[in-house]
């Protein structure tokens, strides 16, 4: 067993770092090419304007998938995904769990719900996403407590 890793100073802001920017450097190129293929093409006006859209929508997919992070404050922790943001307070959070295979970390919520939390995936650097899994749960341990009582043991 690894010894308990002391909570960072707050605010941290937890995102995959490499992933985010092969994503936003693929869409850029991606752009690129497709807007200058639409001007070496002799195409009129309308149909060059629709391969740059084409471009510029991939390009928007893309930072989209690009945005994702964790950030964790005083107050509690911010979860933007894909499609949305979510704040939730520190109580809510009962476990933070990263098993292996999973693709990103999961809230446990006090609500019966699990949130995916697609700031911290262990897809391109496994070992800081263990790492940076392992910070929210001593934040979310911490924090959560009753205040004067240690945080309960997690199985």
């Known amino acids: 067993m690894s010894e ?9 802001t937890f995102r995959p770092g490499h992933t985010r920017v092969i ?3 693929a869409g850029l190129v991606i752009f690129v090419v497709i807007s200058g293929i639409a001007m070496l093409l002799r195409l009129g006006p309308g149909e060059r304007l629709s391969f740059i859209v084409t471009g ?5 997919v893309l930072a989209r998938l690009a945005r994702v992070k ?7 922790v911010t979860v933007v995904n894909i499609a949305g943001k979510r704040r939730l307070a520190w109580e809510e959070i009962l476990r933070v769990n990263l098993r292996p295979g999973d693709p990103w970390v999961f809230l446990d919520l006090s609500d019966g719900t699990s949130l995916p939390a697609l700031g911290i995936q262990p897809g391109v650097a496994k070992q800081r996403a263990i790492a940076d899994a392992r910070t929210l749960r001593a934040l979310a341990e911490a924090r959560s407590a009753p205040s ?4 309960e043991p997690r199985s």
Do not use: E, K, M, Q
């Open 56 to 60: 510029a929508l991939i390009f928007w």
């Open 4 to 12: 308990p890793t002391s909570p960072p100073d707050l605010p941290v």
């Open 70 to 76: 964790v950030v964790a404050d005083d107050s509690g």
């Open 23 to 25: 994503l936003l450097t």
């Open 148 to 151: 004067g009582l240690p945080p």
